[in-house]
């Protein structure tokens, strides 16, 4: 993904406190829980978000919400922000990927701002580990998994297998338990042993804690939608994402660079 937006053109003193804004779907308009998990013991950035208040995680849902995105990501810069995120996976993709690349640029006109989304983010962290060919964990309905297997062929990543769970509830997502989630990653993995690795999608899902499991146990690298939008955003921002302890894409000081 390249960006017309340079992160490293203003002139910062060293050492301030960078704040990263976050769209959010929920109403709340909470920080996602990852962030004080991969960067709550550092000093040098801050997250602020705020929600979009879908009613579901449908097509239906996000039409309802989808044309305040921009407006929300304009808040955020005048609240502070260097740099913004769509955290939602699904209501980024569901329209195809020229939809979600004009998202992102009408974004960073408004804004000026770096800005990206959460399926910029999940193909970004498969590029980034090298996977080509991918098992696919999701939340979603038929409907939505379909379209993400359209989205990410036309990012050129094939989906060897894609599996969901049907929830459409926004709050009933963040529930799921891991071991679920775990023993749905294997069943997609063990459906075809082509895949090069894994991706569990639906930002409301709980995932951070499953990836160095996950990775130990299938051998593959994992990626998932709320710590891939954290890496991604991130890296928007200037700022270095790594985080030890939660597998590959966290591991390694990485660069800044934004890929093309």
């Known amino acids: 993904m390249s960006s017309s937006i340079d992160p490293f053109s203003s002139n910062r003193a060293p050492g301030a406190v960078r704040t990263i804004g976050l769209v959010v ?10 962030a004080a998990q991969l960067y709550g013991t550092r000093n040098d950035v801050r997250f602020i978000a705020r929600g979009l208040g879908i009613p579901g995680i449908s097509p239906e849902g996000f039409d309802t919400v989808v044309d305040r995105i921009v407006a929300s990501a304009v808040e955020l810069r005048d609240a502070g922000a260097e740099a913004v995120s769509m955290m939602g996976t699904s209501l980024s993709f569901y329209r195809g990927l020229a939809f979600t690349d004009e998202l992102r640029d009408r974004m960073q006109q408004a804004t000026g701002l770096p800005c990206s989304t959460m399926s910029h983010a999940i193909v970004e962290s498969l590029r980034h580990l090298g996977v080509r060919r991918v098992a696919v964990a999701t939340a979603y309905i038929d409907t939505l998994n379909q379209r ?25 997502v963040a529930q799921v338990p891991g071991e679920t989630l775990m023993a749905l990653a294997e069943r997609c993995v063990a ?70």
């Open 25 to 34: 779907p929920p109403a709340a308009g909470l920080v996602p829980p990852d």
């Open 148 to 172: 993400l297997v359209s989205y990410l062929k036309s990012c050129g990543i094939t989906v060897t297998h894609i599996e969901g769970l049907s929830i459409t509830d926004v709050e009933g």
């Open 191 to 260: 459906a075809d042993r082509s895949a090069d690795g894994l991706l569990i999608s639906c930002g409301g899902l709980i995932t951070l804690d499953l990836h160095a499991p996950l990775e130990k146990k299938l051998g593959l690298p994992v990626t998932s939608s709320s710590p891939a939008g954290f890496w991604d955003v991130m890296r928007a921002a200037g700022i270095d994402p790594s985080a030890a302890g939660y597998g590959q894409l966290f591991t390694e000081r990485q660069p800044l660079d934004r890929a093309a």
